[in-house]
Nanobody
Framework: QVHLVESGGGLVQAGGSLRLSCAASGGTFSRYTMGWFRQAPGKEREFAAAIAWSAANTYYADSVKGRFTISRDNAKNTAYLQMNSLKAEDTAVYYC????????????????WGQGTQVTVSS
C-alpha cells in the first residue's frame, strides 16, 4: 500500500510559478510510474504529466508541454511538478498518482492517489 501526500499548491498570479511535491511512503517508490493529474470544477480529472520509474522518460499533456516539468528523486521518495508560465486555465486541484506497471495517461489505471492540492491562478 502506497500513501501519497501532495504539497506546494497555492494562489499565484498568471505568469507565475509553483512547484508541487508528492511524498510517497509504504512502498518501493522506485518501482512506480508517477503521474500528475488535475481536476477543475465541473470537469473530469485529466492527465497533466507522468514519469517512468527510472525518470528516463517523461510525458506531458499538450496543454502543459513546455511549461510544466515532472521529475522525481527516488532517494527521497518524492515526485515533483514544476509549473511555470501559469495560466488561469491551470486552476484546478492537482493530484499525484502511482502505478507499478507501465505508463498510462488515463487516471483509471493508477492504483494509488494523494488527497490533492489546490492551485489557483489569478488573471
Amino acid at each position: 500500500q502506497v500513501h501519497l501526500v501532495e504539497s506546494g499548491g497555492g494562489l499565484v498570479q498568471a505568469g507565475g510559478s509553483l512547484r508541487l511535491s508528492c511524498a510517497a511512503s509504504g512502498g518501493t517508490f522506485s518501482r512506480y510510474t508517477m503521474g500528475w493529474f488535475r481536476q477543475a470544477p465541473g470537469k473530469e480529472r485529466e492527465f497533466a504529466a507522468a514519469i517512468a520509474w527510472s525518470a528516463a522518460n517523461t510525458y506531458y499533456a499538450d496543454s502543459v508541454k513546455g511549461r510544466f516539468t515532472i521529475s522525481r528523486d527516488n532517494a527521497k521518495n518524492t515526485a515533483y511538478l514544476q509549473m511555470n508560465s501559469l495560466k488561469a486555465e491551470d486552476t484546478a486541484v492537482y493530484y499525484c498518482a502511482a502505478v507499478n506497471r507501465g505508463v498510462y495517461f488515463s487516471p483509471s489505471y493508477y492504483d494509488y492517489w494523494g488527497q490533492g492540492t489546490q492551485v489557483t491562478v489569478s488573471s
